[in-house]
């Protein structure tokens, strides 16, 4: 994977198999990382949703590394 690629808020749907209301709802209640703009396209850091997403799965597992 590349150091820094971004990912649109349709693609993290996709790829990650999240709905458009739990992504809506994550958002709007500041649990998801922050976006980048770019050009008015609002975007992600792939590597700030893998690592949100692994942090999540560890917590509702109950682990703690």
């Known amino acids: 994977t590349h150091l820094f690629s971004l990912i649109s808020k349709s693609d ?4 990650f198999c999240i709905s458009k209301s ?6 709007k209640l500041g649990l998801w990382p922050k976006p980048i703009k770019i050009a008015g396209t609002t975007l ?5 949703i893998e690592a949100f997403l ?4 560890q917590k509702s597992q109950g682990g703690n590394s």
């Open 12 to 15: 993290i749907r996709t790829e």
């Open 54 to 57: 692994e942090q999540s799965s």
């Open 22 to 27: 739990t992504l809506d709802r994550w958002i």
């Open 44 to 48: 992600w850091r792939r590597t700030d």
